[in-house]
T-cell receptor, first 116, second 113 residues
Framework: AQKVTQAQTEISVVEKEDVTLDCVYE???????LFWYKQPPSGELVFLIR??????QNEISGRYSWNFQKSTSSFNFTITASQVVDSAVYFC?????????????FGTGTLLAVQP | KAGVTQTPRYLIKTRGQQVTLSCSPI?????VSWYQQTPGQGLQFLFE???????NKGNFPGRFSGRQFSNSRSEMNVSTLELGDSALYLC????????????FGSGTRLTVV
């Protein structure tokens, strides 16, 4: 079965600290995508990154970096030098395609609170 | 390029009423998916429309329905509202079904009293 687990329910850090959000997934597919979304208090899900299972290169974009490890089925997300504006709920998601089913499977989300 | 537009942003309805929510996808996107977000159940898939046809449906009762118009705009309808239908309803658009990228709207927050 397709499943996404975000074990960290809530994380609180002080501004400028680095923080890593964990994501572990289960899938029977041999090729797949993984996503990270950010949901600020306004409610919109903001796309952060999409990763193809073919590409295990870690990626860095400004203060954000992602560590994808197929061997451990993990796709972790690190924010360097966190800022108050990073406060949001972060979701890891796995698209599930199969038969009549085509949807995003979300983890339960991690609430990140960055204190000034 | 305009994003995904959902209207209205907020709604308050009474139990037993029905409600219609609207979603306008990004221009050129033909797939629209709907998700329900509640504190207890998290983000759950409702259904997906592609080229005016429902392609996929989640595990929700028949009170939840939707449609898609020729311009790709989509509406979802909930009839005989229950208190448990209170949620944030999000729609996502993508270029094609089984899209590799999904852009979400700001959502409609529905409160049933």
């Amino acid at each position: 079965a397709q499943k996404v687990t975000q074990a960290q329910t809530e994380i609180s850090v002080v501004e400028k600290e680095d923080v890593t959000l964990d994501c572990v997934y289960e899938t029977r597919d041999t090729t797949y995508y993984l996503f990270w979304y950010k949901q600020p208090p306004s409610g919109e899900l903001v796309f952060l990154i999409r990763r193809n299972s073919f590409d295990e290169q870690n990626e860095i974009s400004g203060r954000y970096s992602w560590n994808f490890q197929k061997s451990t089925s993990s796709f972790n997300f690190t924010i360097t030098a966190s800022q108050v504006v990073d406060s949001a709920v972060y979701f890891c998601a796995l698209p599930h395609y199969g038969g009549a089913t085509n949807k995003l499977i979300f983890g339960t989300g991690t609430l990140l609170a960055v204190q000034p | 390029k305009a994003g995904v537009t959902q209207t209205p942003r907020y709604l308050i309805k009474t139990r037993g009423q029905q409600v219609t929510l609207s979603c306008s996808p990004i221009s050129g996107h033909r797939s629209v998916s709907w998700y329900q977000q509640t504190p207890g159940q998290g983000l759950q898939f409702l259904f997906e429309y592609f080229s005016e046809t429902q392609r996929n449906k989640g595990n929700f009762p028949g009170r939840f329905s939707g449609r898609q118009f020729s311009n790709s705009r989509s509406e979802m309808n909930v009839s005989t509202l229950e208190l448990g239908d209170s949620a944030l309803y999000l729609c996502a658009s993508s270029l094609v079904s089984q899209g590799r990228g999904y852009t979400f709207g700001s959502g409609t927050r529905l409160t049933v009293v």
